[in-house]
Nanobody
């Protein structure tokens, strides 16, 4: 069984910062890409950022320069540092991990339960 557990969401004022964390645990053989999506009310889920196992990041254009993704492979944990937050960043943020569970040869994408980020004065 594999689980992704997120933490770090909350309420922050415009211009503020938050750091999200997401740890993958359970029967894992290997983790490939990890990252974050977000979904605002009434909108489709959109990619925020992803990072490969060798540390290569990618970002959605609107997040470049404000968000930084990082990971700790030893802990199977991915982080999202969000700076200069704007009200339009308000959404539920979901982490994901593309990984191979122990005892299988299949690469599967797992999702976290989501963490709410609200940017408001």
């Amino acid at each position: 069984q594999v689980q992704l557990v997120e933490s770090g969401g909350g309420l922050v004022q415009p211009g503020g910062s938050l750091r999200l964390s997401c740890a993958a645990s359970g029967s894992i053989f290997r983790v490939y890409v990890m990252g974050w999506y977000r979904q605002a009310p009434g909108k489709q889920r959109e990619l925020v950022a992803g990072i490969t196992s060798d540390g290569s990041p990618s970002y959605a254009d609107s997040m470049k320069g404000r968000f930084t993704i990082a990971r700790d492979n030893a802990k199977n944990t991915v982080y999202l540092q969000m700076n200069n937050l704007k009200p339009e960043d308000t959404a539920v943020y979901y982490c994901y991990a593309s990984l191979v569970p122990l005892g299988t040869m299949s690469q599967v994408t797992y999702w976290g339960q989501g963490t709410q980020v609200t940017v408001s004065s």
